[in-house]
């Protein structure tokens, strides 16, 4: 730290008790108070460099015995004035970043002016001040520091807004193209080459590439309302948005201890602020500074994590600030809500009422956001065509959003308290477009259901009704045909939509047979040429051989169930009243793998009195001789194939 020493004797005072006394051999005149401070010291040193003292003094000696001067204001108290004595004396003392300010300050409260002695104390720590604490990173610093204790008479003097200048401007520009600051900040000696010295010997050597984050933990140190000033500098003179958050997730996490609760090992820069250097603050500041933190970051995404952001959020709810700062947060959360993880949205139900484990009201704010902004970026859905659905620019996002909420509900499911409608406005507000499969929402639906047994059959439909039973995988479906506690409509659904994806499987098994056939003839002709393409050939016929064994037996087992199923429906006529689906369910246990469409369910539970149940039954019968007859023909057509 620089400093600059003033005045030529030697230290003459002496300190007893609350008492300095000057130790000249002169008896002292005059008896200067400065709080519970008494300072026994001589007129003439005082009065001839002061202005104030004067004055003072001329009134004092009016009466009569030893003089009595209060100083009850005096900037920087009894160690200021101490300084200013001893200045007055000529006794030596250093001028520091630490104490400049103070003496500045108080020189000026004094009126230590040049018009009563040249070199007076304000104009060396003006000098000083300019000179040598200005031009320095760590000396501006400390001095910008000092002001916190002083600030209204460093205010009058500009000092607090000329250090804050001088930082802005040492933090803005690039640490590689000047040495000092990134010098005095713990980087090696430079010369104006900039190559290394060592004992003053320029190495030739290059100082590392410094970061842009140097000055991060420095300015962390100071007051909120300094460091709100320091950062409205920069601003101002155009430092990246990314630089100025960067510098915010500093200071939050240096003065805000949940923020560091849930912190990753490798989240963190340990340049940055560790968890020990957490200064503990009342909550009434942190809830202030938190309420400040977000006004002074930018809205925009990807400037800082989202982990960063919930911790934000998770604080503020924990300390009660203002709505309007509540929401804020969640807004910026759901800018950047795809690049959350599950662990980000379990957050706590902090409210008094508790009516859920996780605040789940709060998630669904968040994906309000989301989508709002992804609608405005061209995230609308994108419809039912198919290659128009890949293109959008803005699925990726929300597939993601949309995978992170399944994921969410099945964490959330188990709750007992969960109502059922706050579950369904989670589910329907991620849009259809947005899930490619509908496994995660089964998932979440089918532990939500076991969770919560006494729900009715008519609640159970409503909520299953969310789910489309055609983008579940085959995994899933399997699963749902044989779940007891799907509604019965559902699982008929499932069913339906299971064997119509097994004939699309079989005639797209067919067209490769084909195709392999034709590439089997082209093989077989260069043979002779190529070896090795006949031993892929080989491979191949004998994949595509369990391939169609294993859909032979598929088939048969189609066959099977397709007679049952005639039979079944068959009996239909026999019985009359809506039983009569009861006892096909009872039978079949809902165990099979092949599906009846909804319509066939529609039109058993609908007839009446008046012999529909007969023409409904000759339509079904049409349909499974159909049926029957297409998978006679596949089977014998894997016959001729062989």
Same mark, same amino acid.
């Given at each position: 730290? *620089?400093?600059?020493?003033?005045? !030529?004797?030697?230290?003459?005072? #002496?300190?007893?008790? #609350? ?34 003292? =004067? ?49 500045? %300050? ?21 000098? &000083? ?44 520009? /690039?640490?590689?193209? &000047? ?22 010997? $320029? ?16 300015? $962390? ?75 002074? +970051? ?9 982990? &960063? ?28 809500? /795809? ?10 139900? &902090? ?5 859920? +484990? ?13 989508? *709002? ?12 065509? /198919? ?40 589910? *329907? ?5 947005? @899930?490619?499969?509908? /496994?995660?929402?089964?998932? *979440? ?16 439909? #409503? ?5 489309? %039973?055609?983008?579940? !995988? ?77 859909? @032979? ?47 066939? =369910? ?6 009446? $009195? ?26 014998? @057509? ?5």
């Amino acid at each position: 730290m *620089a400093c600059m020493k003033l005045g !030529s004797k030697t230290d003459a005072f #002496q300190k007893q008790g #609350q008492a300095w006394f000057c130790t000249t051999g002169l008896p002292s005149d005059i008896v200067v108070e400065v709080g519970e401070m008494s300072f026994h010291l001589h007129k003439f040193p005082l009065l001839s460099k002061s202005g104030i003292m =004067e004055r003072l003094i001329a009134e004092a000696s009016e009466g009569e015995g030893l003089s009595i001067i209060k100083l009850p204001d005096v900037p920087g108290g009894t160690k200021s004035f101490e300084l200013v004595a001893k200045f007055c004396y000529g006794v030596k003392l250093e001028l520091t970043a630490a104490n400049v300010v103070y003496l500045r %300050c108080a020189a000026e409260h004094l009126e230590m002016t040049e018009e009563y002695e040249e070199g007076n104390l304000i104009s060396q720590t003006e000098v &000083f001040l300019n000179q040598v604490v200005l031009r320095n990173w760590k000396d501006s610093l400390k001095a910008l520091q000092t002001c916190d204790d002083i600030l209204s008479h460093a205010e009058e003097l500009q000092v607090p807004e000329r250090c804050i200048d001088s930082l802005a401007a040492k933090a803005c520009t /690039d640490p590689n193209l &000047f040495g000092w600051p990134v010098m005095e900040h713990g980087g090696p000696m430079q010369s104006p080459g900039r190559s290394v010295l060592w004992n003053g010997i $320029s190495t030739g050597a290059r100082p590392r590439n410094s970061n842009s984050d140097w000055w991060y933990e420095d300015a $962390s140190s100071l007051s909120l309302s300094l460091y709100k000033r320091l950062i409205s500098a920069m601003e101002s003179r155009g430092v990246k948005h990314e630089i100025i958050a960067g510098s915010l997730n500093s200071y939050a996490r240096k003065y805000l201890p949940g923020l560091n609760r849930r912190q990753g090992v490798t989240e963190f820069s340990n340049r940055l602020t560790p968890v020990g250097s957490v200064v503990s603050l009342p909550e009434e500041d942190q809830k202030l500074l938190l309420e400040e933190i977000d006004q002074l +970051l930018p809205m925009q995404k990807g400037l800082v994590s989202t982990k &960063f952001l919930f911790g934000l959020l998770r604080t503020a709810k924990i300390l009660r600030v203002s709505p309007s700062c509540t929401s804020n947060l969640e807004k910026r959360i759901g800018i950047q809500l /795809d690049q959350a993880t599950l662990e980000d949205l379990l957050m706590p139900n &902090f409210s008094y009422s508790m009516e859920t +484990l996780y605040d789940v009201d709060c998630v669904c704010r968040i994906l309000e956001h989301f989508l *709002a902004v992804d609608q405005v970026l061209g995230g609308a859905s994108p419809g039912s065509d /198919d290659g128009h659905l890949m293109g959008s620019p803005s699925l990726t996002p929300i597939t993601m959003v949309a995978k992170l909420i399944d994921g969410y509900l099945a964490e959330v499911a188990p709750d007992v308290n969960l109502k059922l409608p706050k579950l369904q406005s989670l589910i *329907a507000a991620v849009p259809e477009y947005a @899930r490619p499969l509908d /496994d995660g929402l089964y998932r *979440a639906m089918d532990i939500y259901l076991k969770s919560h047994p006494w729900l009715a059959e008519s609640d159970r439909e #409503q909520l299953c009704r969310l789910m489309d %039973c055609q983008k579940l !995988s085959l995994e899933a479906s399997t699963h749902a045909a044989q779940n007891e506690r799907l509604p019965l409509r559902i699982i008929v659904q499932v069913l339906f939509f299971e064997q119509l994806q097994l004939r699309t499987s079989i005639a797209g098994c067919f067209l490769v047979s084909e195709n392999l056939d034709g590439s089997r003839q082209l093989r077989s002709g260069m043979m002779d040429q190529n070896d090795g393409g006949w031993s892929n050939a080989v491979r191949e016929n004998q994949v595509l051989k369990v391939g169609m064994d294993s859909m @032979r037996i598929r088939v048969s087992e189609l066959e099977k169930e397709c007679s049952n199923m005639r039979q079944e429906i068959e009996k239909l006529g026999r019985v009359k009243g809506s039983s009569a689906w009861g006892n096909v369910s009872k039978k079949f246990g809902f165990r099979l793998k092949s599906q009846m469409c909804s319509a066939e =369910e529609e039109s058993v539970s609908k007839h009446d $009195s008046n012999g529909s149940v007969k023409t409904e039954k000759g339509k079904h019968t049409l349909k499974i001789e159909k049926a029957k007859d297409k998978i006679g023909k596949e089977k014998r @057509r894997l016959t001729s194939d062989d």
